[in-house]
């Protein structure tokens, strides 16, 4: 497949280019990228991208596909239609399966599967401790070699620190990122959203900023005793962003990244007990949603990930202390990151997909991220200032838990490609 995207304004921060430029794209690779480029000859598709953006593909670093164990709320095939159709390209999936990714096994059966029904590429993520139970160390180098991209074991906490930073020796040996949720699980104590007056307001038991802090403290410290990298996942509190930041200033080997709906709502979207608006870490309040976006701005924060975690309406539709934690993200990430960043004047869009290319594809090390000569042609041509509205009966994803329906944001994908593939043409999914 041979194709020609003509006149768009190409965003690649990795080769600085912010120019009205063509690409060309021929066998799943990117050929040359100039003005003004005459291909003629031959069976071409010609994408006039005038007055539209045309950047890399998105990389989410931190998303849930359910597969193995929990088809019933998103597989690996409805997840990358999803992804595709918010723009990314490349996803990297969390271990918290049925059964756990764990073993070389479970890594293979997610890379066959995604090559055979997935749209995107699917980058597997092992988990640190068998069984995410916190109690022995997985086979990191038998991971590796098979495949993963990085080690966690997301949606639970490692609380045993010995056991937290031998697993950072080990997986610095074997040259892999450790995601930590941080999450002190005995100060949340029970707790099923942000401990603060909104809790308080709905008599809910709150979870004190502290079960995050504290964490993310600790492991910041063990980074710096083991000189070993650690990236900490979905950053929702201004303590949070204050020890990073400080850590930084160290030296500390240590990236992060915060989730769309931490610069964009607080807790006051769970009045009314909406569960749609239950994830954990919890929605914070406005001095910490300003502390994420200052974050954001001054580069403490080093990635936008979505955490997209479907869930059945099932496993929604029931009282709030009962209801699962998370909501969907690929549909709404870069609109969000866009209407609620770029347009706010707090990123420029090269800032905004540094966070959303260039870095996550560095943190995990795969060759993604940019526009380059000879480079996999993972492009998305974007209409930046396109309005709509959203509407969760048209997710791709199985599940349509997002607390965003009915929200009016800017930003939409026109073509998503997929190493020369074009799988979104003109916002319709093939």
């Known amino acids: 497949m041979r194709i020609l995207i003509k006149n768009g ?39 006039d991208a005038k007055d539209k953006l045309v950047v890399p593909g998105l990389i989410d670093m931190h998303c849930h596909l359910r597969e193995p164990g929990y088809e019933y709320k998103e597989d690996i095939e409805s997840g990358t239609r999803s992804a595709a159709v918010g723009g990314f390209t490349s996803i990297a999936c969390m271990p918290n399966t049925n059964p756990v990714i764990d073993n070389q096994a479970i890594v293979e059966y997610i890379k066959v599967k995604a090559k055979k029904v997935g749209v995107v590429n699917v980058y597997p993520i092992g988990a640190i401790t068998k069984g995410l139970k916190g109690e022995e160390l997985a086979e990191i180098g038998e991971l590796k070699f098979a495949g993963v991209v990085g080690i966690s074991d997301d949606g639970k906490s490692v609380m045993n620190s010995a056991l937290m930073r031998r697993a950072l020796q080990y997986a610095h040996m074997f040259d892999t990122p450790v995601i930590a949720h941080c999450e002190d699980i005995t100060l949340v104590d029970e707790g099923v959203m942000n401990e603060g007056y909104m809790s308080t307001y709905l008599g809910l038991k709150g979870i004190t900023r502290a079960a995050e802090e504290v964490m993310v403290a600790r492991d910041v410290i063990l980074s710096e005793v083991t000189g070993a990298p650690i990236h900490i996942a979905h950053v929702s509190t201004e303590g949070a962003v204050a020890i990073i930041r400080h850590a930084k200033a160290r030296g500390v080997k240590v990236t992060c990244e915060t989730c769309p709906h931490y610069f964009t709502l607080t807790d006051k979207v769970v009045d009314g007990y909406n569960t749609n608006a239950k994830i954990n870490p919890p929605l914070r309040t406005e001095k910490d949603v300003e ?59 090269q800032q905004l997909l540094q966070k959303m290319c260039v870095n996550p594809a560095n943190i995990l090390g795969l060759n993604k991220g940019s526009l380059g000569i000879n480079k996999p042609a993972d492009i998305v041509v974007i209409d930046k200032n396109e309005e709509y509205v959203v509407d969760v009966n048209k997710f791709q994803s199985k599940s349509k838990n997002s607390p965003y329906h009915g929200y009016s944001l800017k930003g939409t994908v026109h073509f998503t490609i997929v190493g020369g593939k074009v799988i979104v043409r003109q916002k319709v999914l093939l």
């Open 291 to 349: 502390a994420i976006k200052k974050g954001l701005k001054d580069g403490t924060i080093d990635v936008i990930a979505t955490d997209h975690a479907p869930h059945h309406i099932d496993e929604k539709n029931v009282e709030f202390n009962k209801a699962a934690n998370g909501i969907v993200g690929f549909e709404t990430a870069l609109a969000l990151g866009i209407t609620y960043l770029v347009d706010k004047g707090i990123l420029t869009m």
């Open 9 to 47: 304004h190409v965003i690649d921060p990795q080769n600085n280019r912010d120019d009205i430029l063509d690409i060309y794209v021929e066998n799943g690779m990117i050929v040359e990228i100039e003005k003004n480029l005459d291909y003629s000859g031959g069976e071409i598709e010609v994408i």
